[in-house]
Structure formats: structure tokens, C-alpha cells
């Protein structure tokens, strides 16, 4: 038992005593008074944290505390405020504290992807508000950073980073050389100002000393390019001072009487002109000398303005976009005495320095102004007496005002193209009169002999480049009217924007002059074949392969299609192979030991490269193979013959099937759904169906027949209704070179039918 300590009164209650005798004895079995801390709690109030609101029973106490005030597990604290000495205790903080302001200098580094630039160094100010515990931070402007700068925070309290996001910044969390994280971005403090340090310090904070803020790298490039190009420009500035010429020569003007002769163009005539030059600032005016009843008065007399004139450099007549008459300033630094000027020193376009001077200008010359020549031929006496005076020339001397004019005789040539239309509406324009102006003529027997003949081929672009390596085309010809049409089949994460490559219109070949008044070549359809090289508007192709109705269409029509003409693939093949015949036959004799008269068409197709070489196209060796081909008749599906037929009139987006329907019902005397396969031909040509006639007489060949031969024009209908009955199967666009490359690949050549149509033997 602990004595009671002497000084005190009998009746005294010893507080220390009675507060030792709830300790338990540090004795073994018993527990520590520091582990247990509820051994030593005094305050055991409780929170009330149920209540009824509107006679519902509620938990009110979710910011309460539990017994004795300590948190309850789960429950999110208070947030704390700033603990700021008391300036006057009758004024509450908010009063106290108003409009005082802690500023820092803090800078904060953020990233720069997809740029040579690795990150870039952002100063800025953060402000922190006594009253409220609020942040703001501003960021300074700098001049053509091109980021939009001032406030980058507003005023609002910021909550800390994870783990500790409950809890708001303090004014104990800011002093030089910390860092804060706002919304995941770091701010190194490194400074402050003067009210900032001395609050710090009077809240016994020890103040760091400052540091020093680390430079932007892109900024300073940027300085050291404009420091550059203001002191080491290759065309640097240079003043010149026209004061002293202006004071000497002014009102000093040297007259030239000249003349224009236009009579080489249409309409052109030989028009006098009078030539001003003013010696105060060397520009240059001309004056038209109108004759009477000339019907130029309204127009006015002044043909050019004063102006400097440049003389023409090399072919340029004219200036180009980007040509400038002195340096180009880019940019002006500083002002007043420290005004600085960046020049540009890449040189952009023809540069105009040279302009014409009083030299250049004597009797009999021809002076180029803007792209049209002046011969001077008169001067007045004052010029006379200039050039005397100051260059000696006393021989100065009129001459001849040029060679009387001449009748114009029209020009019977073909006018160059004038850029707007087609070449061919500016022929129209031309014949059989100017005035008359005549609509373009159509070869209409091409027309309607060639309707809805499209040659398709499949190719790829010719490029270095490995992005553009595995796109492929359809190139479409239109053989009706010569024109051409490239498609880009879709390609799942080709990253290019697939479908209409190239709009139809007619292609005019590469390496003409459009402007040359010579008639163009355009592609036809006997530019296109398997092998051929196309330049479409600066793209070059390289054709694949085709499709079968391209290949069979070429081979029918040989006569304008000479690259599928057998009999001239023939010849030639001879011609090249007459002297390698003993090769050929060891060729085939190696490779076709069963002696059965065929080989696989890729080994046809080598033999015949490599005897050839550049001699035979590619569509030449198709051509020779097809017309060789062992073919193996199979069986054709119905399904696999309409689905050739919906792909034909899902590109021409045909949904007229109503109208075969009425037509059909028209021609049909019975009125029982049954016609004969020509005359549903017949309306399908009508309506100009883009089913080709083979692929029709196919389905009506699979179709059920009456003893008549005619078949139920409702079931065709239904069939190639493509839009409510769609068949699975059909090829897709984008595989068409797969597609033939698969069938040849698996097909057979006879070589010794062509042994003996060639050689007899």
C-alpha cells in the first residue's frame, strides 16, 4: 500500500494513490498495464446512436464516436483542421485567418508521349488559405507555349493520396523541399515568400532553404534556336537607309515610251504604253495610251501601279507561293532598343531580289514586267539628259515601234485543255463553233453491245512500303464507256479505312501533259491483264490475277484482247522455244514418269517462265494453261449457281424483283406461273439484270420443268431474291486471288496436246 504523501490533510484525497490501486501488480500472470490499455480508461460515456425520425427507429451516429470517444471499427474519422495559434480569442478562426495566403513556388513534371520530347517541367504557385484550409494553384503564362495556363486548381480543399484519402492537406504538410500529390501529380515544393517563411517560423517550423527550380529542356532549345537564328541567320536583316535617295531624286521621274505586242494570242493587238520610273524609291508605273473610240476609257489608263518590278529569275516568269521580295521574318523578340528579328533561313521558293533599276532601261531594250514584255522605243529629254549626266550615253536615238500589224488567221489546231470538265467537253466547246456549244457524243453501239461487261482483276500495290504490302484491289472495267473503278476489299486490322479506293471516271495514262493541246490516252479494257503494271493518280498496280467471267470474256473476244489470243501465244512460244525443244522434253519426261500426258499447272507455269523469261505475260501462260486444262465436269450445286447470282446483283445493288414478277405475269396467257426459260430471259434483259446468261441458263437447267420445257417464274424469282432469301456460300470479293490460286493449283495441264500443235509430235 502506497503512503500518503506528506503536506496533505487527513481528509485530502490522494488521486495518485487511488489511481495505483486500479493498476494491476507487474507480477507474473497478471497483464501489462501498456498492452491493455482498457485497464486504465476513466471515461466510459457512451454516444447515442439510435433515434426515431418520424416514429422510424434510425442509426443517427454514423460521425459518432464509441465509448469513451475512441473510433468504432469500420467508421471513417473526422477530418482535422489546421491547428493555428489563436491570434485574438473572441474572433472565431475564419475571421482571424481571413485574406491570409501562403504562397509557394513548386513545379511539377509531366510526361509527353508520341514526341521526342520526354517530359516537360510546368512551374507553378500553390496558394494555401488559412480561413478554410483551401488550395489553389496557378500556373504562370509563358509566351507561345501553345497550353492553356493560369488557374490549373481551383479553390477547393484536396484530399491526401491513398492510404490516407480520408484525411484533407494541412498547413503542417507545406514547407521547401517537400512534395505533394493533387490528383496524381507530384508538386516539389522549392520555395516560398516572405509573410509564407515567417508564419512557418513563428509556428516553430524550421524553413528549409530554397531551392532552385530545374529548367523546361524543350524551352531551353527553343531559346537557344531563337538566339540562334536572330544572330547566325544565313540571310540576316540588314537596314537600308532610302532616306539620302528619297531627299535627292524626289519628283525625279524618267519617262519610256513602249509598246505590247499580243498579237500572238487570240484576239491579241499591239497596245502603247507609257513607262514611269521614279529615281526616288526605283518602282516602276505604266500607262496605256488609249486612242480615240478604243472602248477602253471606263476601263481606266493605269495598267500596272507603282510597284517595284523584279526581274525574272531563271524560268519563273511570276512569283510561286512562298516567294517573298526580301528575308522572311519569322518572329520579333523583345521590344524597343532590345527588339530582336528571327529570320528564316530555309530558303522558301524563288527569292525576288533582284528589281530593275535605272541601268536596265535604255532605247531598244525589252523590259519583262510580270510575264509581259515592253520594248521601249522613245524616251523624253529629261531621261535623255539623266543618262547623260550620269553614265555619258549621248546616243540615245528613237527607234522602230515594232512591225505593222498583221490580220490574225485562226488557228485550225486542237487549244490545250483548260482544266475545267473532261478533255472531251473542251473539244466540244471547240468544234464545230466556239458559240455553239455541243453536248459529248457516246459510241452507243459500244454502249449497248458492252452493257453491264465489267472486267475485274485483283491487285496489289507496288511499294517499299511494308504498311501498304498487303492491301489488295479490285480494279473494275467498265468496257461501255472506257471507264475504271478500284475497290478495297475490308481487311480486319489492316488500319485503313477499306471500300471505295478510286471512283469510276476515266483514267488517263501516266507521262502526258494535260495542257499540251495533244488528244490523251485513257485506259481501255485491253490494258488490263493478269501481269500488267497501272498507274492510277501517282498509285502503281500490279494485276493478280481475274475472275472467271474476266478470263472467259477475254478469251471469247480474242480479237481485242490480244494477251488471251491463242494462236498469237502459240507463235510466240514457238518462236522462243524452237531452240530448247530437247530441255522441254526432259522437263516433262522428269516430272511425269507415269507418262499419262499432264502436269500440275504450277510446273507448266515454271517450265514455260523459265524457257520464255520476259518474252510471255502472265496472262499469256493463264491463257495456254485454260486452253490445255483437263477439266473435270462436276456437278454444280443449285445453291452454289444462286449464290454466284446474289454476289452479281449484291454489287449493283439490283431489288427490282417486283417488276420480273409483273412482267412475267404479263407474258404469262395462262395465267398458271409457268413461261419458257427465253422469254423470262427476255424480261430479265429489259430490266437489265447483272446475272450473266450462263450462270441464268445454270439455274434454269437445275430448276423442275413441265413437259413444255417451262419453268414456275414464281420459284426463280423467289431464288434470286437476294435480299429475302440469301444464300450462304457465295465468295466473297476480298478472296477472289485465293480463289482461283486454289483451282489452278489443283488442276492439270496436257502438255502433249501442245507438243503436238506445235511441233507435230
Known amino acids: 500500500m502506497i503512503a500518503s504523501m506528506p503536506g496533505k490533510g487527513d481528509g485530502d484525497v490522494d488521486t495518485e494513490s487511488e489511481a495505483s490501486k486500479s493498476i494491476p501488480p507487474f507480477l507474473p500472470g497478471y497483464p501489462h498495464p501498456l498492452n491493455s490499455p482498457h485497464i486504465l480508461r476513466e ?47 473572441s474572433l472565431p478562426s475564419w475571421v482571424a485567418y481571413d485574406k491570409k495566403i501562403l504562397c509557394f513556388d513548386a513545379y511539377f513534371e509531366e510526361p509527353v508521349f508520341l514526341s521526342s520530347e520526354r517530359y516537360r517541367v510546368r512551374k507553378c504557385r500553390i496558394k494555401f488559405f488559412l480561413a478554410d484550409d483551401t488550395i489553389q494553384v496557378m500556373e504562370p503564362e509563358t509566351r507561345n507555349s501553345g497550353m492553356s495556363q493560369g488557374r490549373f486548381l481551383s479553390k477547393h480543399r484536396i484530399r491526401k493520396p491513398q492510404p490516407n484519402e480520408n484525411e484533407y492537406y494541412t498547413v503542417d504538410d ?61 540571310r540576316g536583316y540588314h537596314s537600308v537607309d532610302n532616306l539620302k535617295q528619297f531627299l535627292d531624286h524626289d519628283r525625279e521621274v524618267l519617262r519610256f515610251n513602249c509598246y505590247w505586242d499580243d498579237r500572238d494570242s487570240l484576239y491579241g493587238e499591239k497596245r502603247d504604253m507609257v513607262l514611269l520610273y521614279y529615281l526616288s524609291d526605283d518602282t516602276m508605273e505604266v500607262h496605256e495610251v488609249l486612242p480615240p473610240n478604243s ?12 510597284s517595284k518590278v523584279p526581274k525574272p529569275k531563271g524560268d519563273y516568269l511570276l512569283p510561286t507561293v512562298g516567294s517573298k521580295n526580301g528575308p522572311l521574318i519569322l518572329n520579333v523578340i523583345g521590344s524597343g532598343r532590345h527588339q530582336r528579328t528571327m529570320m528564316d533561313s530555309s530558303f522558301p521558293g524563288p527569292n525576288y531580289h533582284e528589281y530593275y533599276r535605272d541601268t536596265d532601261l535604255m532605247i531598244g531594250r525589252t523590259v519583262n514586267v510580270w510575264g509581259r514584255r515592253f520594248h521601249l522605243y522613245d524616251c523624253d529629254p529629261f531621261t535623255k539628259e539623266h543618262y547623260k549626266s550620269k553614265y555619258g550615253l549621248t546616243n540615245l536615238h528613237p527607234v522602230q515601234a515594232g512591225s505593222p500589224k498583221v490580220a490574225y488567221r485562226k488557228s485550225t489546231g486542237i487549244p490545250p485543255y483548260n482544266g475545267y470538265g473532261t478533255e472531251q467537253d473542251s473539244l466540244n466547246n ?86 499540251s493541246g495533244k488528244t490523251l490516252e485513257y485506259y481501255t479494257g485491253c490494258d488490263f491483264y493478269v501481269g500488267a503494271h497501272v498507274k492510277f493518280n501517282y498509285h502503281d498496280f500490279y494485276i493478280m490475277d481475274a475472275d472467271e467471267f474476266t478470263l ?20 510466240k512460244i514457238q518462236n522462243v522455244a524452237s531452240k530448247n525443244v530437247d530441255e522441254v522434253k526432259k522437263f516433262f519426261t522428269k516430272y511425269d514418269y507415269k507418262q499419262s500426258g499432264k502436269v500440275p499447272f504450277e510446273l507448266f507455269r515454271s517450265l514455260l517462265v523459265k524457257v520464255a523469261g520476259a518474252e510471255l505475260t502472265d496472262h499469256e501462260i493463264l491463257t495456254v494453261a485454260r486452253h490445255y486444262q483437263l477439266k473435270e465436269h462436276a456437278e454444280t450445286s443449285l445453291d452454289a449457281v444462286l449464290a454466284q447470282a ?3 446483283m449484291r454489287k449493283y445493288n439490283f431489288d427490282q424483283f ?104
Request: hydrophobic content about 30%; charged content about 30%; overall charge positive.
Open 43 to 89: 471515461n466510459y460515456r457512451k454516444s447515442q446512436h439510435f433515434d426515431y425520425t418520424g416514429g422510424v427507429g434510425q442509426w443517427v451516429g454514423r460521425r459518432k464516436p464509441g465509448i469513451g470517444g475512441e473510433t468504432i471499427l469500420g467508421q471513417v474519422p473526422r477530418s482535422r483542421r489546421s491547428h493555428l495559434r489563436a491570434v485574438d480569442r
Open 174 to 234: 507545406f514547407n521547401i523541399g517537400e512534395t505533394v500529390k493533387f490528383y496524381d501529380r507530384q508538386f516539389h515544393i522549392t520555395g516560398c515568400d516572405k509573410f509564407t517563411k515567417q508564419f512557418l517560423e513563428d509556428m516553430d517550423k524550421k524553413v528549409k532553404t530554397p531551392e532552385v527550380q530545374p529548367k523546361d529542356p524543350y524551352q531551353n532549345w527553343r531559346d537557344n534556336e531563337m538566339d540562334y537564328y536572330a544572330t547566325k541567320s544565313k
Open 295 to 306: 472602248g477602253r476609257e471606263l476601263m481606266g489608263r493605269t495598267f500596272l501601279h507603282r
Open 430 to 515: 471547240c468544234y464545230p463553233s466556239p458559240l455553239m456549244l455541243k453536248r459529248s457524243d457516246k459510241d452507243w453501239k459500244k454502249f449497248m453491245s458492252k452493257t453491264s461487261v465489267v472486267l475485274r482483276f485483283s491487285a496489289r500495290l507496288e511499294t517499299t512500303n511494308t504498311n501498304h504490302i498487303d492491301r489488295r484491289f479490285i480494279i473494275s472495267a467498265y468496257l461501255e464507256d472506257d471507264t475504271v473503278s478500284v475497290f478495297e476489299p475490308p481487311n480486319r486490322n489492316s488500319g485503313f479505312i477499306t471500300g471505295k479506293f478510286l471512283e469510276r471516271n476515266k483514267i488517263t495514262k501516266p507521262n502526258q501533259d494535260r495542257f
Open 552 to 571: 472467259h470474256y477475254m478469251e471469247e473476244h480474242s480479237s481485242e484482247f490480244p494477251m488471251a489470243d491463242i494462236k498469237i501465244i502459240k507463235e
Open 646 to 648: 446474289h454476289d452479281f
Open 658 to 761: 417486283r417488276k420480273i414478277e409483273t412482267l412475267c405475269f404479263h407474258r404469262d396467257v395462262d395465267r398458271k406461273g409457268w413461261l419458257h426459260p427465253e422469254q423470262v430471259k427476255s424480261v430479265c434483259h429489259s430490266l437489265k439484270v447483272p446475272v450473266p446468261d450462263e450462270i441464268l441458263n445454270d439455274i434454269w437447267s437445275k430448276m423442275d420443268n413441265d413437259d413444255f420445257g417451262r419453268i414456275n417464274y414464281y420459284d426463280f424469282i423467289k431464288f434470286i431474291n437476294w435480299r429475302e432469301n440469301p444464300v450462304q456460300g457465295s465468295t466473297p470479293t476480298e478472296d477472289l486471288h485465293q480463289e482461283q490460286q486454289k483451282q489452278r493449283a489443283s488442276s492439270s495441264v496436257n502438255y502433249k496436246s501442245l507438243m503436238d500443235d506445235l511441233y507435230g509430235q
